[in-house]
């Protein structure tokens, strides 16, 4: 199975899962979604009222550099782990 066929089954793996990651979870989840689909942070951060929104963007930025392939395979490993910890439906 390629790395994109693994990436896109862990994109619907995680909307599998028995609960709620953690917070930081999904932010890891969220950056690293980002970087292997987008690339590095291309927007402004938030403003400073929008804490949900810059921790977002926090995130995604400390992925600056990581290559799209790259990003995908953590975004694999990550899915993983948590699929062992919470389980999917």
């Known amino acids: 199975m390629s790395v994109d066929a ?10 599998k899962l028995k609960a ?3 917070d ?4 890891e989840l969220y950056a690293l979604f980002k ?9 402004s951060r938030p403003g400073m009222l929008d ?6 963007w926090d995130a995604w930025s400390k992925k ?3 290559n799209s ?3 995908k395979e ?3 490993s990550k899915v993983t782990s948590l699929i062992e910890s919470i389980g999917l439906q």
């Open 6 to 15: 693994k990436f896109n089954t862990a994109v619907e793996d995680v909307r």
């Open 20 to 22: 709620k990651p953690s």
């Open 24 to 27: 930081d979870d999904l932010l």
């Open 35 to 43: 970087q292997a689909t987008v690339g590095d942070v291309n927007t």
């Open 51 to 56: 804490l949900k929104g810059k921790a977002k």
């Open 64 to 66: 600056k550099g990581t």
């Open 69 to 71: 392939e790259a990003a």
């Open 74 to 76: 953590q975004y694999i």
